[in-house]
């Protein structure tokens, strides 16, 4: 089976803030601060809706056999449209089981307005069974079925109240949990031009959820001890060779710390 574990970082889509709200005539930073005030003032709090979030990095962790991967799609120079026509190209070359920390409430959804505002195709993502049978009971779109699984969504139970932060849940289980900056902190890093420090913080959040998936996987029996013990090993040793990227040596030399 192949198994693709993905999370996105995004930023305030300030262009489609300007057009909406009539804010041409600020910057950057203004018209991120203005989309914050206004959406205080509308809900309380200045977590923007999907379709103002706009993605700057998209990373994956691929599992398949003996192999093992963790990266970024395309470049820190890669626009926002190519990042999502990588990923949908992948599960139409692919079809992988997708694993996800919140992917259902944010991540899925956020690629579906900007799919839509780029004009990219991603068909197998999109089959309910008109086209493919074996999707008709098993696709990516309905929350119960088995192509994408959101870790935090089924662990609450489907409940929102007992949905949980991937840190706290992999600090618990013994990963590192976040490292490096925090989803807060990304406009920030953003606006200074630190793409490569978000795409590295990125590829550490697909870690940490790859690590609770193991857990998952070994709970409800799909997986034995001794397999665990091995694809956590194979990670350990894949990031063992990425001498050249050191926030994966950060995170390995974090995880073979904890007790």
Known sequence: MTVLVFDIETVPD???GRRLYDLNDLSDADTASALFALRRAKVGHDFLPHYLQKIVA?????????QFKVWSLGTEQSDEAELIQRFFAGLDKHTPTLVS?????????VMHYRALLHKIPAPTYWES???????????????FHNRHLDLMDVLAG???KAFAPLDDIASMLGFPGKMGMSGAKVWDEYQAGNINGIRN???TDVLNTYGVYLRFELMRGVINTEEYEQLVAQMRNALNAEI???HLIEFLN??????
């Open 14 to 16: 300030v262009e489609t």
């Open 58 to 66: 998209i990373s994956l962790v691929l599992s398949q056999g003996t």
């Open 101 to 109: 920390w919140n992917g259902s409430g944010f991540d899925l959804p």
């Open 129 to 143: 069974g008109e086209n493919l049978q074996n999707f008709r009971f098993n696709n990516y779109l309905n929350r």
């Open 158 to 160: 489907y409940q929102n």
């Open 201 to 203: 913080y990125c590829e």
């Open 244 to 246: 050249n990227k050191p």
């Open 254 to 259: 974090a995880f073979d710390s904890r007790p």
